[in-house]
Structures are given as structure tokens and as C-alpha cells.
């Protein structure tokens, strides 16, 4: 697989449920930031975790990185319709200054 | 807060023409960055410019675009000769430093080749 790919594909919940959304990478990182888009918008910059950095908050998100498997987990709690979008991770690869971005999860919140 | 902005919103362009598309970063930031998405696909990185020039290109870069800071505020991009598979949108995107700092990416420029 590419790096930066995301799973799963496209994730469907109710309201008030929680979301996970995972990405792996194959190579050395500086640091893995979670963008999230609404459909025929821009990239909204969510979080950034750094690679020396094993877990980040920022308000209902969470994120996780472990560098050791090469994989990083959005996790959005008390989900809201609002949430309805793409979730892109994408890792800045080490000694680069450019993102590389997965695939993405399409990410529906019914209410 | 300070935000990238891009214009135009959306282009719509004859194929074999050529096309600008605009880009003022946020206002302290020295890295410059130009991305596109196909529909339905993912984000793919086009160019960093730092310092005037170009740092890095990617395959996707061949000799039909080019990038420009003419003055202090704007960063363009421009494609000589659109191909129908030039039908993308376009994210410019800026960063404060050097490497590990947030990417802010702007709203998109959507191109449409007919």
C-alpha cells in the first residue's frame, strides 16, 4: 500500500456514536496531521501529531500514533451530523518539508 | 485568523489553453506549496517553493507548469497547456518555517478542461 492509506473506505454511524478512522504509513516520519474536507471544499487542518508524541487531544479528537507499526487512529467522540465529511491523514515524511496524503475515509454522521 | 486564499473559485478552460491560478499564502509563512485532487481521489502534491525557487517537484510537474512568487503576497501557478486530465482541484498551501509546523491549505481553485 501507499503511504498514508486509511481505513476503513467509508464509515456510516449515528449521532452521539464515536468514529475511528485509522492510517498506516510505510516510512520515517517527522510528524502525521489529520486534515478533515467537506465535499467540494478545502482541507481543514485538525491536528498534528509529532513522532516522538504517542497520543494528542483537541477537544472531541483524539489521535494516536505509533511509531513502532507505522499507524495513527482519529478517534471522534460524540459524533455529530456536522462531522459529515472526508478525513484525510497525511504524514510529513523525515527530512522533507511536503505532505503525503492517503486515500481517506468518508466519514456520514445520521441523525 | 490568517487564512490562504485562492482564486478563481472555479475555471472553466478550453483545452490547449493556458492558465493562472492564484494564491496568497498567509502573510509570515516561507514555504509554498501547490496540490491537486481529481474528483473522487486523493490529495496529491504537486511543488514546494521556499526561498524563491523551487525545493522540491514532484512526476506530476512536467514542463507544461510553473510556479511564480512575482511580488511579496502571491504564489501562482500556471499551466501552459491544459489537457482534459488537467480537470482538478488545486490547493495552494503555506507553512510558518521549516518542517514540522501545520500545512494551511486554501479553499481550491476548480478547473474544469473541456
Known amino acids: 500500500s501507499q503511504q498514508g492509506e486509511e481505513d476503513p473506505q467509508a464509515l456510516s454511524i449515528q449521532e452521539g456514536e464515536n468514529a475511528t478512522m485509522n492510517c498506516s504509513y510505510k516510512t520515517s516520519i517527522n510528524n502525521l496531521q489529520w486534515y478533515r474536507q467537506n465535499s467540494g471544499r478545502g482541507l481543514v487542518h485538525l491536528i498534528l501529531?509529532?513522532?516522538?508524541?504517542r497520543e494528542k487531544h483537541s477537544g472531541r479528537l483524539r489521535v494516536t500514533l505509533d511509531t513502532s507499526k507505522k499507524s495513527s487512529s482519529l478517534l471522534i467522540t460524540a459524533s455529530r451530523a456536522a462531522d459529515t465529511a472526508s478525513y484525510f491523514c497525511?504524514?510529513?515524511?523525515?527530512?522533507?518539508?511536503?505532505?503525503?496524503f492517503g486515500a481517506g475515509t468518508i466519514l456520514r454522521v445520521k441523525s | 485568523e490568517p487564512e490562504v486564499t485562492q482564486t478563481p473559485s472555479h475555471q472553466v478552460t478550453q483545452m490547449g489553453q493556458e492558465v493562472i491560478l492564484r494564491c496568497v499564502p498567509i502573510s509570515n509563512h516561507l514555504y509554498f506549496y501547490w496540490y491537486r485532487q481529481i474528483l473522487g481521489q486523493k490529495v496529491e502534491f504537486l511543488v514546494s517553493?521556499?526561498?524563491?525557487?523551487?525545493?522540491?517537484k514532484s512526476e506530476i510537474f512536467d514542463d507544461q507548469f510553473s510556479v511564480e512568487r512575482p511580488d511579496g503576497s502571491n504564489f501562482t501557478l500556471k499551466i501552459r497547456s491544459t489537457k482534459l486530465e488537467d480537470s482538478a482541484m488545486y490547493f495552494c498551501a503555506s507553512m510558518r518555517r521549516t518542517s514540522g509546523n501545520t500545512i494551511y491549505f486554501g479553499e481550491g481553485s476548480w478547473l474544469t478542461v473541456v
Open positions: 501529531i509529532r513522532s516522538n508524541e
Open positions: 517553493f521556499y526561498n524563491n525557487e523551487i525545493s522540491e
Open positions: 497525511a504524514t510529513e515524511v523525515e527530512y522533507g518539508n511536503k505532505l503525503v
